[in-house]
């Protein structure tokens, strides 16, 4: 087995939103009006309503919750329409509270209002940086994954053959999608509501301090398109994707041309892409593909290892997720993922399982650190892994 | 000219709590507006995979309710969900108080 260190570095992009308040606004909360906001009570007030807009519009007394009369205001407001967004479904849920529970519970209303993230819909092009493309499907938006691996630059040594090994590992894509085609649909049929085209390139590239180890990099160039498919008979949605691409590398010498095919379902009721809770705070999800890859290699280069002209692989993947919520943004996630590949010219079989675990390191869990080990064959190389990897990760 | 059909934003909420605690293994009380989709679903795909779980739930289903992937693919909390649930009771004559 081999040992490694890497130090990771990932990069999403993100879109950001802010708020703003004018300084009218700002003066309500100086109740003793000395011009400015005081520690303690007067700052407390204000932090509470700047978070939740339901007691920034009916706290009159600013005492910080929702007394008897200012429910009763709730009340009266909910029989006009003019209440939408945040403030529309908070309004909602006191009131459902108010009805089930007898009471509010205060501690909900001042840090759950906040004004939604709202991200672009499809029908416009975004650009996606990532590690692998399987983190580039038709629908997903760029930083709402946390499971999502972002580009990697990475560094290794091996502490038996002093080995020292830097890669470059990122991909991009943009994604040009339509996700609405239809006024209405029936849940009942299977309906096509949306597609992409994913134009994308990948680099990877591996500098090896060994004797005798050459430097080894590889590009490629390929084209996606992607299917929506959402209803019954089949239940939840699916994504099916075809994509061709051509492989090279920084000497022109590889000539790899690959075509394939993908299905990826997403289904509540086998509780696919839907966080189940086995006890609190603990968490499960499981994620499958199925697809089929026709490869031919005039010349595989020196990244890749395949000693035929043509493959033909059919096999799939399978990944389970476990989490445990440590608190609101930060988790412990354990992530296994297993690969099961045929070719059906020679026969050969490629499995790799893959199991990492990851412990967030700050607050925002934006930065972690990782055990990974890595077993079997890399279908899309042939190399062969018996690797265990510590990682320090960061996401931006 | 027949007469709009009434029904409670806080009643639909209690409706969508009920069905991502049934589908999630939470109690819906503990479910609020304010949560992060993605606390109980990948998002958007599982969010979208999900709408076939709402649509033809008891809850839902009498009224014929017909939410598609594109209502959902910006939502990020409990509250856009609820929003397009809204909307859609909005849509289809119904009013929402």
Redesign the interface.
């Known amino acids: 087995m081999r040992c490694a260190v890497l130090i990771l570095i990932s990069l999403c992009v993100g879109i950001t939103s802010a708020t703003a308040q004018t300084v009218d606004e700002v003066r309500k909360y100086d109740r003793n009006k000395n011009g400015r906001i005081d520690k303690g009570r007067e700052l407390e007030i204000y932090l509470l309503h700047k978070a939740s807009p339901i007691l920034s519009r009916y706290d009159k007394n600013f005492n910080g919750i929702i007394d008897p009369e200012e429910a009763a205001a709730i009340t009266r407001d ?2 006009n ?1 003019s209440l ?3 403030i ?6 006191i ?2 509270d108010l ?3 007898e009471g509010i519970p205060v501690e ?1 209303l001042a ?4 004004v ?7 029908d416009w092009p975004t650009l996606y940086v990532r590690r692998d493309k399987t983190d580039v ?1 038709i ?3 760029p930083i ?3 499971d999502a691996k972002g580009a990697r630059i990475s560094y290794s040594r091996d502490g038996i053959s002093k080995e020292e090994v830097w890669t470059v590992d990122a991909l991009a894509s943009l994604v040009i999608a339509n ?2 085609l ?1 006024d ?5 049929a299977v ?1 096509l ?2 597609y992409a085209a994913v134009p994308w390139v990948e680099m990877r590239r591996r500098s090896s301090s060994k004797v005798g180890a050459s430097e080894t990099d590889k590009f490629t160039f390929g084209t996606d398109g992607e299917l ?1 498919l ?3 008979p089949l ?3 699916q ?1 099916l994707t075809f994509g061709a691409d051509y492989q090279t590398d920084r000497i022109a010498k590889a000539s790899i041309a690959d075509a394939t095919v993908r299905w990826q ?5 086998l509780k ?7 006890a609190p705070n603990l968490q499960f ?1 499981w ?1 499958t593909a199925l697809d089929a890859d026709y490869r031919t290699v005039q010349d595989s280069g020196t990244y890749t290892n395949m000693p035929e002209t043509n493959y033909l692989w059919a096999g799939g993947w399978l990944k389970g997720l476990l989490r445990y919520h440590l608190d ?1 943004k930060r988790d412990i996630m354990l992530t296994a993922q297993y690969d099961y590949r045929r070719d059906f010219f020679s026969k050969r079989i490629a499995q790799l399982l893959a199991v990492e675990l990851a412990f967030p390191l700050d607050a925002d869990g934006l930065t972690s650190v990782s055990l990974e080990y890595k077993r079997g064959m890399d279908w899309t190389t042939l190399d062969k892994f018996d690797l265990l990897t510590a990682g320090l990760n960061f996401k931006l | 000219m027949a007469k709009k059909k009434t029904i ?7 409706r969508l ?1 009920a069905v991502i605690g049934h ?4 109690s819906p ?1 503990s479910i ?5 989709l ?9 969010v ?6 709402l ?2 739930s008891p809850e839902f289903r009498p009224d014929g309710l ?1 939410l ?3 209502d959902v ?2 939502a ?5 969900l ?2 397009a649930v ?1 909307g859609w009771y909005r849509n289809n004559g119904w ?3």
């Open positions: 909910a029989k329409d939408s967004g945040p529309g479904a908070q309004r909602d849920e009131l459902l009805a089930e529970r909900d840090d759950k209002g906040a939604t993230d709202k991200r672009k819909k499809l499907p629908a997903q938006f709402a994954t946390p996700g609405r239809h209405k649909v029936d849940p009942y309906t509501t949306g929506e959402f209803g019954q239940g939840g949605v994504y379902p997403y289904n509540d009721n696919i892409g839907t966080w189940f809770t086995l999800t994620l609101a | 409670s934003g806080a009643r639909l909420l209690g709590k589908s999630t293994n939470n009380s609020r507006v304010g949560d992060e993605d606390r109980y679903f990948q998002v958007p795909q599982g979208i995979a999900f709408l076939i779980t649509d033809t017909a598609q992937p594109d693919r910006e990020t909390k409990v509250s856009d609820h929003d809204k009013t929402v108080t």
